[in-house]
């Protein structure tokens, strides 16, 4: 479902919300993992400066284990959902800060370019 196209965040993020759930429902540890022992993975606030026009500021610390490279992909794929949704069809502009605790060719990198094959060894 993550394939490139022109938008960085759009709707085709909200199509790969049914496979992270059937994720979900086969590994029931995994989502304990993710959803009761890791917490939030987001902060966001929405400015306005004095002409009206809006920005996002999104901030994140991903999952730091050195093993845990796919749970890092799976918080970055809650925050780029989140940011698709706070977005809206004004597509207001955003800044994403924070450690992301990955490097460049990381599934969770990857994931805000839409380039992960179906085969890379994280997803």
Known sequence: CLEANDGMMDASWKECTGPIAQLFAKRKDLEEIVLEKLGH???????????GKEVLVANTHLFFHPMGSHIRALQMFAVAHQLSIERGPEEIPFLLIGDLNSSV???ATLILKKTIPSNYRDY
């Open 41 to 51: 993975v987001l902060q966001l606030v929405r400015l306005k400066d004095r002409e």
């Open 105 to 107: 060719g990381n599934a």
